[in-house]
């Protein structure tokens, strides 16, 4: 069978472009607790336990479910869940304004690359829009939310990762078989998504993931490389490969839709 060619790349947002979570969106959280006159707080450890529940909201409910489930009976509680969530966003967007949140290796090389190269860019991730824009926005280039010709994120579709949706969703709108797509995780929830949705996968892994289960991704790696500093391939074939670049995309995404 003659492989479909590469035409689109999907990227998530955290952990993925940029090592949000630690020291981004947890802090934020934390922020908007202390706001409230909350005494919740998530420590490192906590963060990384919390994350296996996808969606800012949803990660707060589940917090609650945990430590503080009376509170989940009161009334408002949504309303009370979705204003902390948006506190949250706020001080998240601060802190990336601030030049806190820079892009992990080779990801603005490699997005430079795939435009040069004629590829379609888009975005699969639970984080909101607001989030998204404003990583974009102060991390890569100003107005670079532009160069993404699909962004799925927030709650476009209820269902959040792992299930495939937000992958389905994107694919709908840029109108390609996932067979001519690649895809770029951080988590195992991620992978999950996309490859529920048909997608050969890449994954970098972060401090918070990098044990979890990875084998139906298509290579696994420490990033995604610069001229200067080799990944590391930690599963998976990558040749003799120093970066993930144009070519060695192709390559990769030929031999798993042979």
């Not at 707080?41 to 707060?60: C, P, S």
């Not at 290796?105 to 795939?114: D, F, S, T, W, Y």
């Not at 109108?175 to 995780?185: G, I, K, N, V, Y």
Request: some cysteine.
């Amino acid at each position: 069978m003659t492989p479909v060619p590469l035409q689109a790349l999907i990227f998530d947002v955290d952990g993925t472009l940029a090592d949000t979570e630690q020291d981004g969106h947890r802090i934020a959280f934390n922020g908007a607790f202390e706001a409230a006159g909350l005494d919740w707080h998530w420590d490192v450890a906590r963060y990384g336990e919390l994350l296996a529940v996808t969606g800012g909201k949803e990660r707060i409910r589940y917090y609650l479910t945990q430590s503080y489930p009376a509170l989940l009976d009161e009334a408002g509680i949504d309303e009370r869940i979705a204003q902390l969530h948006k506190a949250k966003t706020a001080l998240y967007s601060k802190l990336v304004a601030g030049g806190a949140l820079p892009l992990r290796p080779g990801v603005a090389r490699l997005i430079a690359e795939a435009r040069a190269a004629g590829l379609r860019l888009a975005i699969a991730t639970t984080t909101t829009p607001e989030n998204v824009a404003i990583l974009l926005e102060h991390s890569l280039a100003p107005g670079s939310s532009a160069w993404f010709e699909v962004i799925g994120a927030g709650d476009v579709v209820p269902a959040k990762k792992p299930a495939p949706d937000i992958y389905q969703w994107v694919l709908e709108r840029l109108q390609l078989p996932a067979s001519a797509c690649l895809a770029f995780e951080d988590s195992e929830n991620g992978l999950r998504a996309a490859r529920g949705a048909g997608l050969t996968t890449i994954v970098t892994v972060n401090p918070y993931t990098e044990d979890q289960d990875f084998g139906d991704a298509e290579i696994v790696l420490s990033d995604l490389g610069t001229p200067t500093a080799a990944f590391h391939c930690i599963a998976g074939d990558a040749g003799t490969a120093t970066q993930a670049n144009i070519e060695t995309l192709r390559r990769w995404h030929a031999r798993s839709t042979r």
